[in-house]
Structure formats: C-alpha cells, structure tokens
C-alpha cells in the first residue's frame, strides 16, 4: 500500500508521548502499515501491543519483528533495545493520537455515517456511489468504536480522495471522541431506534449521543440527516447552517416519486433533486435501502457526481453478508440479516418479506441491549409480526417469548412455531419448509443466526 506519510517511529512517539527507543536511522523511516493484530504485519509496518481483557498484545512483539515490523509500540518497557519501539502510558490512546494526526496528513475528505441502524449499508451504498467517481476509502466490516475508526484511517493512502468512515456508539461521550479523532467534513446520521437504550436510556438519550459528531464536523460540514426520523427532524441548524435532510416527502432536498416494488429484485423510483429528476434501481429490497440510496444522492450530489453516476453506483450496490443479502439457495431465497436487530430493523425486515410472491417464513430471535422496555418492545414487535401474512413465524429464544405472546394476540390463527433454543429449531426446521420459500432470517449478532443460514443453504 507504500508509506504512510509523516508515520515515523520518532514521530510518532512525539504525537503520543511516548520514549522512542532503537536506531536513530530507523526511528526517521515512514512505517508501511500500522495494525493492532501481529498476524496481519507486514514488512515496514507498526504493531501496536493493546492490552485486551483476555490477551496482553505485548506477548507478540517478538513475532511482529519476525514478521518484518520495523517498530512496536507498547505500555512495557523495550526487552530489546536494539529494535525501535515506542513506551507509552496507554495504548489505546496512542492509538488514537496516532490516527487524529495521521487523518490531517492527506487532503482527503471525510464522510462520518452513524446511527441506530443501518450505517454499515447506508456506507456500502455510499462507497458504492461515490467510487464512481472518486478514490474511496472504507471502513471495512463494522471496524467502526474506538479501536476500529483509527484502523479504517490508518489505510489512508496518496491515492485516496474520500473516506467513508463508519461511528458507532452505545454510550454518551464515545461519539466525542471518536469524532475528534475522524474530524470529518460531511456526516451522515441514518436514524434514531431503540439500540443501546441501557446506557442511553431512551431516543432523546439516543439523539444527544449520535449528535456528538456535529462536534467534530469542520465548520465548513455538511449534515444530512434522515427526514423521515422524528428526533433528527428537530435538528434545525449544524454549525450555524441548515442540514441537508433526505427521505419520503417533498420537505426533503431528495425524495422519491412513483415508486415501484420489485420484491426482493429491489425497487425502481424517480429520485427528485434540486434541479433534476433520475430514474435509479436499487438492487436490494425494502423501504429502507431506497432511504440508503437517498442519503448517498444527497451526498454525491453536494460532491459534483452526475446523475448517471449516482444511479450506476446504486444499481451496482451489494449489501454485505449478514446486512439484508439475498441468497439464492436450491430451495429458498433467504434474507439473510442476522447481524443485528432491533424494533425498527425488524419491522423493517418485515415489511420486505410480505411485499414478496409465494410462501413466506420469518426466522426471528432475540433482539439485544433494548433495556427496561425489551419485553414490551418483543411483543410490540410480535404483534406486528402477526398482520403481515407470513405463512410461518419461527421464534427462537428467551425474548422472543414475548413476540410468542404479541403474536397469538393479535392473530390468534398464525401459523407459529416457538423454540427456546437455535439448537432446537434446527432439528425440527426441516420439516417445516417448503421448496421455493422466501425466508427472513433476523436476530441480534449475539443470537448467531448465521447457523439458521448456513443450514438452510445445505438442505
């Protein structure tokens, strides 16, 4: 990937406080790389050694050098003075300082995207977008807390022009930091759910957290926020400036007009701008995604992309596994969307699987980190479940009890199949399905779904 501009050892023990310890001559060359995972060294590059619950990094500097790092950044004193390394009080904040000075050695521009669901697609859609274009750096998987966002900026290279840079959060102050670090020049806010209600209380709490990033947004930022959310609609000015809002109605900067379902084949709109009107494809279903595609028009536009580009990068769109993916199987088309969920993803994925043709299954489990109100929330959620004539719901796990019950409530006819376990249902699951079902498959990362996939593929 070549050097990493101004990243000396001697440089950055400056930038981070630390004592440099080694070669004079090696301690002024650029490093090539800088990770936090020995394995993925590379020769030139920087280890630095963080201290997990579990492991001390420390405990691999010898196999980096191995590897070919030329310095090691640790909280230990150097066991060999011969090979350059850094001292430092805290990895982790080095690791920070580190990145918020290596964000301002390129003139890149910086996307920050957060919010309560969707900001790995909202930034696939935006990547897919904006590289039309220009040169564009993504965060890569969900590499996007504290440890993440420094890692997504260290990539940063000579060639890029943007980079999109994923923020998530489920505390107060976390943002602030994180924002401090990115300093981005635009920000993207999908929505405000119910995620992370146990630290941030409720959606108020939630909306005060996701807008720490106005914080670090250049004075010159731009904001666009979703204007079909009820707490981002209340943001009247970022910056002395009026944020850009994208959604449904004519009150947004885009909206969308004469929208047509395909079901999982996605959906076709005209996408209305300032001044022009496109036709654009999503390749993905759901009301949501035509949400996602609005917020990168919005931005691709502010960024000069032409109409033909805007609507190429969204038809060229793929969602990342476990985030809405359609896999085609013998048997079934599965939504596979098990990465994570709470009430207004869940409803959302709800809604695709009803527009569809044919015999449909829901696969739903538990959702986390909702706090006080989970149980209500589960049969809130059940309750809805039960009016979109899916032909089976399978619930599976301790919560989803509740939508058990939320189901039978309000429709006390749906075909229901209730398990408290993964392991259950999936010994009983092939009985069930039908060839040619279209299935949701949904629940929070920690309830693994991806098992439920992974065995619906092979039969």
């Given at each position: 990937?070549?050097r990493?501009?101004?990243?000396?050892?001697?440089?950055l023990?400056?930038?981070c406080?630390?004592?440099?310890?080694?070669?004079?001559?090696l301690?002024t060359?650029?490093?090539?790389?800088?990770?936090?995972?020995h394995?993925q060294?590379?020769?030139?590059?920087?280890?630095v050694?963080?201290?997990?619950?579990?492991?001390?990094?420390?405990?691999?500097i010898?196999?980096?050098y191995?590897?070919?790092?030329?310095?090691c950044?640790?909280e230990?004193?150097?066991e060999?003075?011969?090979k350059?390394?850094?001292?430092?009080a805290s990895?982790?904040?080095?690791?920070?300082?580190m990145a918020?000075y290596?964000?301002?050695?390129?003139?890149?521009?910086?996307i920050g995207?957060?919010g309560s669901?969707?900001?790995?697609?909202?930034?696939?859609m935006?990547?897919?977008?904006?590289?039309?274009?220009y040169?564009?750096?993504?965060?890569q998987?969900?590499?996007?807390n504290?440890?993440?966002?420094p890692?997504?900026?260290?990539?940063l290279?000579?060639?890029?022009e943007i980079a999109?840079?994923?923020?998530?959060?489920?505390d107060f102050?976390e943002?602030?930091?994180?924002t401090?670090i990115?300093k981005?020049?635009?920000?993207?806010?999908?929505?405000i759910g119910q995620c992370?209600?146990?630290q941030?209380g409720?959606?108020?709490?939630?909306?005060?957290?996701?807008?720490?990033?106005?914080?670090?947004l250049?004075?010159?930022g731009?904001a666009?926020?979703?204007?079909d959310?009820?707490?981002?609609?209340t943001?009247?000015?970022?910056?002395?400036r009026?944020?850009?809002f994208?959604?449904?109605?004519?009150?947004n900067?885009?909206?969308?007009?004469h929208?047509?379902s395909?079901?999982?084949?996605?959906?076709e709109?005209?996408?209305?701008?300032?001044?022009?009107?496109?036709?654009?494809?999503v390749?993905v279903?759901?009301r949501?995604?035509?949400?996602?595609?609005?917020a990168?028009?919005?931005?691709?536009?502010?960024?000069?992309?032409?109409?033909?580009e805007?609507?190429e990068g969204?038809?060229?769109?793929r969602p990342v596994?476990?985030?809405?993916?359609?896999?085609?199987?013998?048997?079934f088309s599965?939504m596979?969307?098990?990465?994570n969920a709470n009430p207004v993803s869940?409803?959302a994925g709800?809604?695709?699987?009803?527009?569809?043709?044919?015999r449909?299954?829901?696969?739903?489990g538990?959702?986390?980190?909702l706090?006080?109100?989970?149980?209500?929330m589960?049969?809130d959620t059940?309750?809805?479940?039960a009016?979109?004539?899916?032909?089976?719901?399978?619930?599976i796990?301790?919560l989803?009890?509740?939508y058990?019950?939320?189901?039978?409530?309000?429709?006390?006819?749906?075909n229901?199949?209730?398990?408290?376990?993964?392991?259950e249902?999936?010994?009983?699951?092939?009985?069930?399905m039908?060839?040619?079902d279209?299935?949701l498959?949904?629940?929070?990362?920690?309830?693994h779904?991806?098992k439920?996939v992974a065995?619906?593929?092979?039969l």
């Amino acid at each position: 990937m070549g050097r990493m501009k101004g990243m000396t050892p001697q440089k950055l023990a400056e930038v981070c406080g630390g004592i440099y310890t080694g070669p004079e001559d090696l301690g002024t060359q650029e490093i090539t790389c800088l990770v936090t995972d020995h394995r993925q060294m590379e020769p030139g590059g920087m280890f630095v050694a963080i201290r997990g619950e579990r492991v001390d990094g420390s405990r691999f500097i010898p196999s980096a050098y191995e590897s070919g790092a030329l310095c090691c950044l640790s909280e230990n004193a150097p066991e060999d003075r011969t090979k350059p390394q850094i001292q430092v009080a805290s990895c982790l904040q080095a690791l920070k300082e580190m990145a918020a000075y290596y964000r301002m050695q390129y003139p890149v521009k910086v996307i920050g995207i957060t919010g309560s669901v969707g900001k790995t697609t909202t930034k696939e859609m935006l990547a897919s977008v904006l590289s039309q274009k220009y040169s564009t750096l993504k965060t890569q998987g969900n590499f996007n807390n504290e440890i993440g966002v420094p890692l997504t900026l260290f990539r940063l290279r000579e060639e890029h022009e943007i980079a999109i840079v994923e923020m998530g959060i489920s505390d107060f102050g976390e943002m602030s930091r994180l924002t401090a670090i990115a300093k981005p020049d635009l920000c993207v806010i999908t929505n405000i759910g119910q995620c992370h209600l146990e630290q941030l209380g409720d959606l108020d709490g939630v909306l005060r957290a996701k807008t720490e990033i106005f914080e670090g947004l250049s004075d010159q930022g731009t904001a666009y926020l979703n204007g079909d959310d009820e707490k981002l609609i209340t943001v009247q000015e970022v910056h002395g400036r009026k944020p850009v809002f994208f959604g449904s109605g004519q009150r947004n900067m885009v909206y969308p007009m004469h929208m047509v379902s395909h079901g999982l084949a996605g959906t076709e709109f005209e996408l209305v701008a300032p001044d022009q009107t496109f036709s654009v494809r999503v390749p993905v279903p759901g009301r949501h995604m035509v949400t996602n595609a609005l917020a990168a028009a919005a931005v691709g536009l502010d960024l000069g992309l032409s109409a033909e580009e805007i609507a190429e990068g969204i038809a060229s769109f793929r969602p990342v596994d476990g985030h809405s993916s359609i896999l085609e199987t013998k048997r079934f088309s599965i939504m596979d969307d098990c990465y994570n969920a709470n009430p207004v993803s869940m409803k959302a994925g709800l809604d695709v699987l009803a527009q569809v043709a044919g015999r449909k299954v829901a696969i739903i489990g538990d959702m986390f980190e909702l706090g006080a109100q989970e149980q209500e929330m589960h049969y809130d959620t059940g309750v809805y479940a039960a009016g979109k004539g899916i032909d089976l719901i399978v619930a599976i796990g301790d919560l989803a009890k509740q939508y058990e019950a939320g189901i039978r409530s309000a429709n006390p006819t749906q075909n229901l199949r209730y398990f408290a376990t993964k392991e259950e249902a999936l010994e009983q699951l092939q009985g069930f399905m039908e060839t040619g079902d279209s299935v949701l498959v949904k629940a929070s990362h920690g309830m693994h779904f991806e098992k439920i996939v992974a065995f619906l593929q092979e039969l």
